[in-house]
């Protein structure tokens, strides 16, 4: 069984700033991407940041110079560090890691449970 867990999402005034975490637990064999995704009320889910194991990292626009995509691969651990939050920010935030669980040949995509995010003052 593989789990992935976020942490540190909240309330946060606007222009402020937060911490996500995700960690990836369990029987995993290797990890390619890992990554954050929000999704709004009323709109698809969409990427915000993801990072290879390496230092390949793609940001979407909206979230760019504003955000750092990290990891920590020695603990499983993605982190991802928002500033000058906008209210448009606000969406339940979930963390992807594309891995190979112990025993299969091929990589899967893997889901936290999410974390809410809300910018508001």
């Known amino acids: 069984q593989v789990q992935l867990v976020e942490s540190g999402g909240g309330l946060v005034q606007p222009g402020g700033s937060l911490r996500l975490s995700c960690v990836a637990s369990?029987?995993?064999?290797?990890?390619?991407?890992m990554g954050w995704y929000r999704q709004a009320p009323g709109k698809q889910r969409e990427l915000v940041a993801l990072?290879?194991?390496?230092?390949?990292?793609n940001y979407a626009d909206s979230v760019k110079g504003r955000s750092t995509i990290s990891r920590d691969n020695a603990k499983n651990t993605v982190y991802l560090q928002m500033g000058n939050l906008k209210p448009e920010d606000t969406a339940v935030y979930s963390c992807?890691?594309?891995?190979?669980?112990?025993?299969?040949?091929?990589?899967?995509?893997?889901w936290g449970q999410g974390t809410q995010v809300t910018v508001s003052s």
């Open positions: 369990g029987t995993i064999s290797s990890i390619n991407t």
């Open positions: 990072k290879t194991t390496g230092v390949t990292t």
């Open positions: 992807n890691a594309r891995l190979r669980s112990t025993g299969s040949d091929w990589y899967s995509d893997y």
